[in-house]
């Protein structure tokens, strides 16, 4: 018995690797429908929310992660823009982060086509362009955001558009929000939110979610969407399953796999100790 | 037909593989892939910030509206560079001043307001009670364990005193608050990695369609091809053969 587990805890890893990649791509090629019984509370409040807003609000959304973070973080902006445009609410949507320009082009070609066909740009919704500097950016947005994007990505005059009609700075926006896997929400929270008294949410990965836990104590954060569970959890409650919800299925088939993997090592580990 | 997204598709797939085959072996497909990352990525931020930033903020106000001040910002901007340049590189100090001046005035203030005094306050909220109802008594628990974790964490960290009696416990019971988020947040990082390994896959899945001529399949292939041959290649010969 001591010589089988001793073989069995010297496995080639890559096997491991391999185990994993079919558990992953089991769900993709056939697609299980795992149940999603648990929605977090703190998604469930950007959820609620939103859905308080009165139509015609303003919501600001600063999208900035790039191709890296792109399975956590994509869906949730598509659930949330979704959601948003669904509500009849004035989205204007922004990047600090130069990798995340090609992500929200994808965006805006899906609005008119399957997010929201009904919505007209420059009307219900604006897209601006990439900006360095993103301290500076958010303390000009308290004030006066003109003077820094007087144009939107395409080149046409901000001002003159009727999304904008009433809006000179974040003051008059209802909800901020930035999505994330850098330490831009922390800025946007202390330069805008806590500065400006602007009602903020947030959408992380799943690896700096839990960092966010004292913002939303206090209610520095309205909300927070964490990893592609949380994008799950957001495509749930507004009823519109896409990759969130898809790739829920390999992450509990991976992690069942994981958790069978410490049961298992540890056991023999305690075999081989005590036994 | 579109060749330009058969096109993207395969290379996407390509680099994918190729990235994904170091886990079985190190190999030249790996590495020029892991260099044209690189290379790749400031190309992008090259020209998002030349076509989004430099033009519209700086070359368009310059020569179309004459506004000659865009290049105070632009000037001490460049004097960065000249670190590069051994004998003008006292330039960049000026750049770097306007930096740290800018920066910290913006940033103390607000970090001490956002993360110090929010979160003291935050900790005491609960508290704030004229008396202890049924309503509250969840909420007063939560807070006194939270409180409890803030103030042992804090112990552990606290290094000016020795940590013995009282302390000594006070810093181990930090220990196992901090165990608890440690262990949170590597659960979290799993689910993370998980959920961009499962990304990856689902591109991956879809560039294997007849749209984009089974490129996932083809490239696989020409991969575990190239393994077999590179196997039989580098092996060593066995001491039986090089008696022989």
């Known amino acids: 018995m001591k010589n089988i587990i001793e073989k069995i805890l010297k496995i080639d890893r890559r096997l491991i690797f391999l185990a994993l990649t079919i558990l992953l791509v089991f769900p993709i090629v056939r697609p299980l429908g795992l149940p999603n019984k648990n929605i977090g509370n703190e998604v469930k409040a950007l959820y609620e929310k939103i859905e308080s807003l009165p139509a015609g609000s303003f919501i600001m959304l600063s999208l900035d992660y790039d191709p890296a973070t792109r399975p956590e973080l994509h869906p949730q902006a598509v659930a949330v823009v979704k959601h948003a445009l669904r509500k009849d609410l004035r989205v204007m949507i922004l990047t600090l982060n130069a990798g995340a320009t090609g992500l929200i082009d994808e965006i805006g070609e899906r609005i008119p086509k399957d997010i929201a066909p009904a919505k007209k740009y420059g009307t219900d919704y604006v897209i601006l362009p990439y900006q360095p500097n993103p301290v500076a950016i958010m303390t000009q947005m308290g004030m006066d955001l003109y003077q820094i994007y007087d144009k939107d990505r395409d080149g046409a005059p901000l001002r003159e558009m009727p999304v904008m009609k009433g809006i000179r700075n974040v003051k008059d926006m209802q909800l901020g929000m930035c999505i994330t896997g850098t330490a831009l929400l922390d800025y946007w929270v202390a330069y805008t939110g806590d500065k400006f008294k602007m009602p903020f949410a947030g959408g992380t990965t799943a690896v700096s979610q839990i960092g966010y836990a004292p913002y939303l104590q206090t209610g520095q954060l309205k909300g927070l969407i964490g990893g592609m569970k949380g994008a799950a959890d957001y495509e749930l409650l507004i009823n519109a399953k896409e990759k969130g919800t898809a790739g829920l299925d390999a992450l509990s088939l991976a992690h069942i796999m994981v958790i069978g993997l410490i049961v298992v090592a540890n056991i023999m580990m305690f075999w081989l100790k005590y036994l | ?244």
């Not at chain 2, 940033?107 to 202890?132: C, N, R």
């Not at chain 2, 309503?135 to 005193?161: E, Q």
């Open chain 2, 1 to 244: 037909m579109d060749i330009s997204l058969i096109l993207g598709g395969w290379v996407a797939a390509g680099l994918t593989i190729f990235l994904f085959s170091f886990l079985y072996k190190d190999n030249p497909f790996f590495k020029a892939t892991e260099h044209l990352y690189l290379g790749a990525g400031m190309g992008w931020v090259f020209q998002t910030v030349l076509f989004q930033t430099w033009i519209p903020k700086v070359w368009e106000p310059l020569t179309k509206q004459g506004d000659w001040t865009v290049l105070i910002p632009t000037v001490l901007g460049l004097t960065l560079v000249t670190q590069f340049f051994p004998r003008i590189s006292w330039l960049s100090r000026y750049g770097f001043t306007f930096i740290m001046g800018y920066g910290s005035g913006l940033v103390i203030p607000l970090t001490i307001s956002t993360d110090l005094l929010k979160q003291i306050g935050g900790t005491m909220a609960p508290f704030m009670v004229s008396e202890v109802t049924r309503g509250n008594i969840l909420s007063l628990v939560n807070g006194a364990i939270i409180a409890v974790g803030f103030i042992c964490v804090l112990f552990y960290f606290f290094f000016s005193v020795e940590h013995k009696g009282a302390v000594k416990k006070a810093s181990n019971i930090g220990i196992y608050f901090l165990m608890l988020y440690f262990g949170a947040a590597f659960g979290n990082t799993v689910m993370g990695r998980f959920s961009l390994l499962y990304g990856r896959f689902d591109d991956l899945y879809k560039y294997s369609a007849p749209k984009y001529f089974y490129a996932t399949h083809i490239i696989l292939a020409v991969m575990v091809l190239y393994f077999i041959v590179d196997h039989f290649r580098t092996r060593k010969p066995s001491i039986e053969e090089e008696a022989a």
